[in-house]
């Protein structure tokens, strides 16, 4: 069996990865707030893990890998969409409208995340739906003296597991007090104390509980979802490096200290995070979009995943319109090259070790290049599809058209201005070729239009 090395966050090494259970691969990661569109950003570690469910299903069975991801609609954000939908004379209470707002993003989300290739989890809980989970466990914590209420509060003590607390990010308490924004209320005996519940009013979503009517703090859900359908101890967790503190910081010290007997994740996992032509994105310099955003604008799913893929996970990744154009062009020769070809028995050794290999998918797509080379379209087919590309349910939009009408117009339009000396129709012709993305080859021998990245046929329709 291949043995899989991934870079554990905590130990800060790269760990020969060895199951609880080999008949049971266990991985739990954080999944949206879901209360907008996702931005090309929340893509990344989606594409990732995505990959990485791909690679241990391969290795140890589709049936033995259980893979959680989860949705939080209890949000302020999504709160404030409802409230003001609600304002603007929308029908239905509020609860209701943070109720459609959340079915709304989440269908949003799959479909988007869908485009990229990405299998959907095992398990996609709502927080909302295990709200009776979560109050159990903040109780026990009460109960074990890691966590106290205090007006409508209920709060983590972090003196209680000092000795635990910061280990995954290598940060001591008094560090993280000096380092952090933390929020600064009465009722905390300690700075570092973080909200498991907190009170919500009478016009805003909220459960009855032993501490008043309120919601759930924000890292308590996953500890929560992930101890109901993972158990006290399991294989991996994964999120983004900017969750690695508070948030799974957080998450660790309530989940061992609720289940002291679990281990709760034993491998975590941190993708780094996305720019945009060498810049952090940001509203303010023009530079943020949404997944969505991209695909209405013509750019492929298939394309995204590919440019992702093409930077390791633990290094920053820069979207680029030349790496798309790049990305796509090289899809395109690589799908026309398999077009009706059976892929192989399995992927290529080589790929498959570069994937094990910390998720190397940078050296994957190196060897699905070099398969390609050499001409071995089975092999690069089902070599590809580990990674999620070149699925048959993925290709409609590099499919090959017809172009021999257009390539023919042309040709009769430049053979009668050979005659006419005028060329003005030769250039309308060539001019709405090229901005639909075709390659213009014209010789002695005739009109030759090729698809080149960014072909869009939509803009021939007025040829």
């Given at each position: 069996?291949t043995?899989?090395k991934?870079?554990?966050t905590?130990?800060?090494?790269?760990?020969?990865?060895?199951?609880?259970?080999s008949?049971?691969?266990?991985m739990y990661?954080?999944?949206?707030?879901?209360y907008?569109?996702?931005?090309?950003?929340?893509?990344?570690p989606?594409v990732?893990?995505d990959t990485?469910?791909?690679?241990l299903?391969?290795v140890?069975?589709?049936?033995?890998?259980t893979y959680?991801?989860?949705?939080?609609?209890?949000?302020?954000?999504?709160?404030?969409?409802?409230?003001?939908?609600k304002?603007?004379?929308?029908?239905?209470?509020?609860?209701q409208?943070?109720?459609e707002?959340?079915?709304e993003?989440?269908?949003?989300?799959?479909?988007?995340?869908g485009a990229?290739?990405?299998?959907?989890?095992?398990a996609?809980?709502?927080?909302?739906?295990y709200?009776a989970?979560?109050?159990?466990?903040?109780?026990?914590?009460?109960?074990?003296?890691?966590?106290?209420?205090?007006?409508?509060?209920?709060?983590?003590?972090?003196?209680?597991?000092k000795?635990?607390?910061?280990?995954?990010s290598?940060r001591?308490v008094?560090d993280?007090?000096?380092?952090?924004?933390?929020?600064?209320a009465?009722?905390?005996k300690?700075?570092?104390d973080?909200?498991l519940?907190?009170?919500?009013?009478d016009?805003?979503?909220g459960?009855?509980s032993?501490?008043?009517?309120?919601?759930p703090g924000w890292?308590i859900?996953?500890?929560?979802?992930?101890?109901?359908?993972?158990?006290?101890?399991?294989?991996?967790h994964?999120?983004?490096?900017?969750?690695?503190?508070?948030?799974?910081?957080?998450?660790i010290?309530?989940?061992?200290?609720?289940?002291?007997?679990?281990?709760?994740?034993?491998v975590?996992?941190?993708?780094?995070?996305?720019?945009?032509e060498?810049?952090k994105?940001?509203?303010s310099?023009?530079?943020?979009f949404?997944?969505?955003?991209?695909l209405?604008?013509?750019?492929?799913?298939e394309?995204i995943?590919f440019v992702?893929?093409?930077?390791?996970?633990?290094?920053p990744?820069?979207?680029?319109?030349?790496?798309?154009?790049?990305?796509?062009?090289?899809?395109?020769?690589?799908?026309?090259l398999?077009?009706?070809?059976e892929p192989?028995?399995?992927?290529?050794p080589s790929v498959i070790?570069a994937?094990?290999?910390?998720?190397n998918?940078?050296?994957a797509?190196?060897?699905?290049?070099?398969?390609?080379?050499?001409?071995?379209?089975?092999?690069?087919?089902a070599?590809?599809?580990v990674?999620?590309?070149l699925?048959?349910d993925?290709g409609?939009w590099?499919?090959?058209?017809?172009?021999?009408?257009f390539a023919?117009r042309?040709?009769e339009?430049?053979?009668?201005?050979?005659?006419s000396k005028?060329?003005s129709?030769?250039?309308?012709?060539?001019?709405v070729?090229v901005a639909?993305?075709?390659?213009?080859?014209m010789?002695?021998?005739?009109?030759?239009l090729v698809?080149a990245?960014g072909?869009?046929?939509?803009?021939l329709?007025?040829?």
């Amino acid at each position: 069996m291949t043995t899989i090395k991934l870079h554990n966050t905590r130990t800060r090494t790269k760990e020969d990865f060895v199951p609880i259970d080999s008949d049971n691969v266990r991985m739990y990661v954080c999944g949206p707030t879901v209360y907008d569109r996702a931005h090309l950003g929340n893509a990344r570690p989606v594409v990732v893990f995505d990959t990485l469910y791909r690679l241990l299903r391969h290795v140890y069975g589709a049936d033995q890998v259980t893979y959680v991801r989860n949705f939080t609609d209890v949000d302020d954000k999504i709160n404030a969409t409802a409230l003001a939908r609600k304002q603007a004379g929308a029908e239905g209470s509020l609860e209701q409208l943070v109720q459609e707002r959340s079915d709304e993003t989440i269908g949003w989300y799959l479909h988007d995340m869908g485009a990229l290739g990405a299998l959907e989890p095992n398990a996609m809980p709502r927080a909302t739906e295990y709200i009776a989970q979560m109050i159990e466990m903040i109780d026990g914590l009460i109960a074990k003296g890691h966590a106290y209420a205090a007006e409508g509060h209920v709060l983590f003590a972090v003196d209680s597991w000092k000795s635990g607390y910061g280990k995954l990010s290598g940060r001591s308490v008094d560090d993280m007090i000096a380092g952090a924004r933390v929020e600064v209320a009465p009722y905390k005996k300690n700075p570092m104390d973080f909200v498991l519940w907190k009170p919500s009013t009478d016009e805003l979503p909220g459960w009855d509980s032993p501490w008043g009517r309120g919601r759930p703090g924000w890292h308590i859900e996953c500890s929560a979802m992930s101890y109901e359908l993972l158990g006290a101890s399991f294989d991996i967790h994964g999120g983004g490096n900017d969750l690695m503190f508070p948030h799974h910081e957080n998450e660790i010290a309530q989940s061992c200290c609720a289940h002291p007997k679990g281990e709760f994740a034993r491998v975590w996992l941190h993708n780094e995070m996305l720019q945009v032509e060498g810049k952090k994105m940001s509203k303010s310099l023009g530079n943020f979009f949404t997944v969505h955003d991209l695909l209405e604008q013509g750019v492929p799913g298939e394309v995204i995943r590919f440019v992702f893929l093409q930077t390791h996970y633990r290094k920053p990744m820069d979207w680029t319109e030349k790496k798309a154009r790049e990305a796509e062009a090289t899809l395109r020769k690589w799908r026309a090259l398999t077009a009706g070809v059976e892929p192989a028995a399995s992927a290529a050794p080589s790929v498959i070790e570069a994937l094990a290999d910390d998720l190397n998918t940078a050296g994957a797509i190196a060897e699905l290049h070099r398969l390609a080379a050499d001409g071995d379209a089975a092999a690069l087919l089902a070599s590809a599809q580990v990674l999620g590309l070149l699925g048959n349910d993925m290709g409609a939009w590099a499919e090959a058209m017809d172009l021999s009408t257009f390539a023919a117009r042309l040709a009769e339009a430049r053979a009668e201005a050979m005659q006419s000396k005028d060329f003005s129709e030769v250039d309308r012709l060539k001019s709405v070729f090229v901005a639909a993305g075709l390659e213009v080859r014209m010789s002695k021998e005739g009109v030759e239009l090729v698809p080149a990245a960014g072909f869009d046929a939509s803009k021939l329709e007025d040829v």
